[in-house]
């Protein structure tokens, strides 16, 4: 089975980049849909992005839409932030799903990484 991990986080200025990358310990991702989260101190977890199979569509929540873009290969995928604001600070989340379609709800997702910190200051 796949085993997300995520790396990248950090503490990055409002306004700044950070790239985080998420590879598997296990099987590769081949064939599902992977996602990106994030949960927030007091808040619950919410969708970033998700993307099929190379090639295949993405989405985006609309509060990243724009300064998001998630990219992945045979061995891992990333989620490329810009333009950061405070309120994405928060641990962010890889996830697959066995799905045959972009899926945006954490239920449909079968497996998770550990999480890593995002912090923006302003």
């Known amino acids: 089975q796949v085993q997300p991990v995520e790396s990248g986080g950090g503490l990055v200025q409002a306004g700044g980049s950070l790239r985080l990358s998420c590879a598997s310990s296990?099987?590769?991702?081949?064939?599902?849909?992977m996602g990106w989260f994030r949960q927030a101190p007091g808040k619950e977890r919410e969708f970033v992005a998700a993307?099929?199979?190379?090639?295949?569509t993405v989405y985006y929540a609309d509060s990243v839409k724009g300064r998001f873009t998630i990219s992945r290969d045979y061995f891992k995928v990333d989620l490329q932030m810009n333009s950061l604001k405070p309120e994405d600070t928060a641990v962010y989340y890889c996830a697959a799903a066995r799905s045959s379609s972009l899926v945006t709800t954490t239920a449909a997702y079968d497996y998770w990484g550990q999480g890593t910190q995002v912090t923006v200051s302003s």
């Open positions: 993307r099929g199979w190379i090639g295949s």
């Open positions: 296990g099987r590769f991702f081949t064939g599902y849909i």
